[in-house]
């Protein structure tokens, strides 16, 4: 049982949620689970079977990229996804945040 | 009863005395502190000292120096002063204390090294007095603050705040990067800005904010918005430190690359609804915006807060956060967000923290870079998915 942080942007694939509760060992397994429930969040999250490259996904304050991926263990942290913010307003926006 | 001279001798029977010369020899690793008051320490002294006058000496010295074991080499004019200071210093427990004998006038006699330390101006010392009581800041720091240079990317609610608490600590040169109008759904939160200034350029707007709060503050507005074409020649007039503010990715990456080619620091801030992000990107000591985030998110992951909103108090956390860090890294003291990243929730009130590795095979700051030049930023934003 894993808590999850979901950032604001992509609380609406999850009916609002800030936070989910996973099952699995690893990072993939959890994500899967959530994916399985929630089936929008599987493109947000998931690029060619690897974690896409946009979202950065934590367990216990660190990168799973500097970690072992997909198939790093949980081992009873909690999980924190998150992708980019900029505000991210096309360019030829002119209203800065 | 002893007379003053009676007095003095014995003072200086129970402290060590230095001659110049030898003085001169331990400046590498003691302390010098300047003992006289502050008209003589103006006119000129030691290099490097650090100036106490004798009448603070004893409730400031644990503050400005807090190991007791360190060496300290006291000087007044003449030799009198210190050697009292240096007994009082002895007994607050300092255990390596030396007096100057013949002061900095037989140090000047002997032709060693003399400075005369820039100084603020009564105006300023008033000004910036809680700042001046502060040990890791002190009149060297305020000094440096001074002649510090800071530009920010984007007059809007990240750049509002920031802007504000570094004009109104000093910041002597403050660059403001855009291209922007003040429009009535700004007012919400970007606080530089007023409803007297609708429709102003924002550049102008927070120029006038800023020195009504502190004249000392030289800003130079860039009405332009930051692009390949423009941004060697404003990052190249030379800044200690840039605040990220922007609204979009392209500036993001193209901020990013020139920050790491130009050896900046950059105190990043982001924010969207209730959450906000801060970090600080040090080329070359820590991670780079392309380490922590490698491609930006798709467009449907990115709205913007005019699409999306943002509580407005928000950018007012996260905006005085990349002014601590500024003021940090200008001054060179504390520990900076260097390879961390704030994740801060205003809703449910929590701040997180998680680590941000420098990525070995960075396109743009590891050893082997595989971008070099500006690329198109819009494009690259655009066509992350296929």
Known sequence: MTKVRIP???????????????EGETVREVLEDLSGRYPALEAQLFEQGDLAPFVNVYVGGEDVRTLDGLDTRINGGSMILLPAMAGGAPASRRDAC | MATYRELLARVKGEIEEVGAAEARERRSEALFVDVREREEWEEGGVPGAIHVPRGQLESRIEGLVPDRSREIVLY????????????????????NVASLTGGFTDWKRNGFPIETPRSLSSEQRRRYSRHLLIPEVGEAGQERLLGGRVLLIGAGGLGSPASLYLAAAGIGTLGIVDADVVDDSNLQRQIVHSTETLGEPKVASAKRTIQALNPDVEVKPYEERLTSENVERIFGEGWDVIVDGADNFPTRYLVNDASVWHGIPVVHGSIYRFEGQVTVFNPGEGPCYRCLFPSPPPPELAPSCAEGGVLGVLPGIVGSLQANEALKLVLGIGDTLQGRLLLLDALGTTIDEVSVQRDPNCPVCAEQPTITEYVDYVEFCQGVRG
């Open chain 2, 76 to 95: 007044c004019s003449g030799g009198s002063r210190s050697a009292f200071a240096a007994k009082a210093l002895q007994e607050l427990g300092y255990e």
């Open chain 1, 8 to 22: 604001p942007t992509l609380r609406n694939e999850v009916g609002g949620e800030r936070e989910l509760i996973g």
